[in-house]
């Protein structure tokens, strides 16, 4: 064979052709390469220019692999101590894991029913989800989900092994609270911190031990100081300062531990006139990062908005749009020093960003 | 040939002086810089307010970027994004479809939920307004037979703003329902009163209409309407006959044949018919709603009145309270029962009528 190889003796233009075929062999072959890799979801490099004071770093649009590689709605996000990236991937009722530069490492949960009605389907076993929105990770590592639809929350550790459910959604919860029938809490958020875990209900901040216990509530319905309407976002900060994004009333409220108001920031926006000005247009996610100051993600002005811990508005981070630093309806947003990540929800995508201050 | 220097000079001449007008014109467009808004300038002032506005409103409160729009108003970017709309969309709204565009707000976190909350209770729905998966309407033909309709999603299909009007243009009077979606809902019948952002004239439907009531229903389903040609329909009453969802005729109280003119939300007082009619329900029919609406228990004890142990009312939004009745506030969109009735089979024909002997 390699004999014959040998003997073998091509004309210039023969040769020409032979390298032709192969060229475009190897460009089809690349081509089909891109296409597919084109298609599947996951890691992306985002890297590009500043946009409004964010620096892309990368993208994630999924996991990139399995039934279903790419995000549906991704509503919730946390950043774990080792750096990991954790994505409440709402519609398709899982929490998918990266590694801090943005490669899948796996995912669990899956579509389940907690407390049907009579003539419904229970179909809720450890670990399955009803529309899981705000995550958060403990310092060991624990997961917390906030299952919104089956009005608990459920803790896992660090590898997605189901731990344990709190509250039962079919008790009622303290002195009552917005859960379907009036038990379990409608939970949106969740924030782990000293030992207690900081849950947001339709109109109040409900905190239970890491272990589930009740332990404390406050905040209700109406428009005063302190009052709550459909809060989506909560976080604490070192000092103990809890800081809630109050969304309908286009607001964000600090309490001290005792639930006593610290200070406001924003106010509802009742009229659409040009001339009213409005911090918040609707705040949704919340984070507090290192330096004590937060950023709030604003659902309707497509931007991240900062203000220091004394509640003070600072500038906005971001616009409108698909490009990288840019967001169309996000929804969560956390801090881990340097870096933060926004669950960017209608471009079904998750972006790891400087914020440039 | 002694004219052709001079042609070739006119011709020079003019190459020029095209070359110039093109470098103008070409430098004019460069200078026009797009991305800073012109100075007091807003949407309407190019677009023009929306259809049925012929001056700058103040909006309600509670409308959230919904309408009430002023000239300079700086609220049509919260959902409309002029370079940043997906290539296959509409209207350069976020999402591909109409359908996606309102669920990107209305998925039940800031409001209790449109779609999806019998699902969550593990209820697969029996009857729905189905969205953009049809436009065939039941009933829609004259004659009784279902029709096929031009709707205004992509096929024609049936979506959410052929019957709502994301801007309140051109919508019905407020009406005091009992479907309640925020905290600020506090009082039963709800007040204040809200349209739903319903439009007087469905798309598809002949006439235009103030109020929601049967012939709100009729603009779509025409052949439903009692003396449509061609076909027996159970009688109805018209907003001609000056009879809505908001001026029905109710009982007043448990075991009682007194009546009262008012809404049909709130309690199940104005579901019955109590024999012998009262004056004010002589001569008058029932509208669409009082047979169809959310499912809930109108009393069959006493047939045509309200026992004093089947009273049922609404006191809180959306399945928060299991003793409410109705229980999911969830009509016109889907329902537990078969064709949206509020009691199936028997039970709804007991409300109003005595088997004779």
Known sequence: MIAKLRSLRLTQRQAFAFLAIILALALIALLIYLLWLLSRGGFTSGGGAVVEGLRPIYVIDGPGEGEKPKFDRPMGVAYGKDGRIYVSDTDNNRVCVFNGRGQFLFEFGEFGVAKPLPGGEMSWVEGRMNFPLGIDVDDEGNIYVADFRNDQIQVFDREGIFLRRFPDPMQVVGKGASGQDGTGIAVTDVAVWDGKVYALDSYQVVVFTADGEFYAQFGKPGSGPGDLDRPNGIDVADDGTIYVSDSNHNRVTAFDQTGEVLWTLGEPIGEMAAEVEYVFGLPRGITVMSDGSILVVDAFEHTLSEATAQGDFVRRYGRRGTQPAEFNFPNAVDDNDDRIVVADKENNRVQVLELLK | ?357
């Not at chain 2, 011709?11 to 808004?37: K, M, N, Q």
């Not at chain 2, 953009?132 to 992509?154: Q, R």
């Not at chain 2, 007040?191 to 012939?215: E, F, H, I, M």
């Not at chain 2, 003793?323 to 009735?341: D, G, I, K, L, V």
Request: charged share 15%.
């Open chain 2, 1 to 357: 040939m002694g004219w052709l220097p001079e042609l070739r000079q006119k011709a020079l001449v003019a190459a020029a002086v095209a070359f110039i007008a093109t470098l103008l014109s070409v430098s004019a467009a460069y200078a026009f810089d797009e991305l800073t808004p012109p100075a007091a300038k807003g949407c309407p002032d190019c677009h023009g307010l929306e259809s049925g506005f012929t001056s700058p409103t103040v909006a309600p409160t509670r409308k959230g970027p919904h309408g009430g729009y002023s000239a300079g108003t700086q609220k049509c970017g919260t959902c409309h994004t002029v370079h940043a709309a997906p290539p296959d969309g509409v209207l350069l709204l976020p999402k591909t479809t109409i359908k996606d565009t309102c669920f990107t707000c209305h998925d039940g976190t800031g409001g209790n939920g449109v779609y999806g909350v019998l699902n969550a209770r593990g209820i697969t729905p029996a009857a729905q307004h189905r969205i953009e998966v049809t436009n065939l309407v039941p009933g829609g033909d004259p004659n009784g037979d279902a029709k096929t309709k031009t709707f205004s999603a992509a096929n024609g299909y049936l979506t959410c703003s052929d019957c709502h009007s994301p801007h309140d243009a051109e919508t019905v009077s407020a009406f005091a329902g009992d479907r309640a979606r925020t905290s600020t809902d506090t009082t039963f019948p709800l007040s204040p009163a809200t349209n739903r952002l319903l439009k007087k004239q469905p798309t598809s439907s002949p006439w235009s209409v103030d109020q929601y009531g049967s012939s709100w229903c009729g603009g779509c389903h025409e052949g439903r309407m009692y003396g449509s040609a061609g076909v027996v329909n159970h009688p109805v009453e018209t907003e001609t006959a000056g009879f809505y969802y908001d001026n029905i005729v109710r009982v007043t109280g448990t075991d009682t044949n007194t009546t009262e003119m008012g809404t049909l939300g709130g309690n199940n007082f104005g579901y019955v018919m109590p024999i012998t009619r009262s004056a004010q329900q002589s001569g008058h029919y029932p509208i669409c709603q009082q047979c169809h609406e959310d499912s809930r228990n109108i009393g069959d004890v006493s047939p045509g009145q309200i026992a004093p142990g089947e009273t049922f009312s609404v006191t809180t939004s959306d399945g928060q309270n299991a003793a409410n009745n109705p229980r999911f506030q969830a009509f016109p969109h889907e329902s537990e029962n078969a064709y949206f009735t509020v009691e199936q089979n028997d039970d709804l024909c007991l409300n109003c009528h005595i088997p004779p002997g």
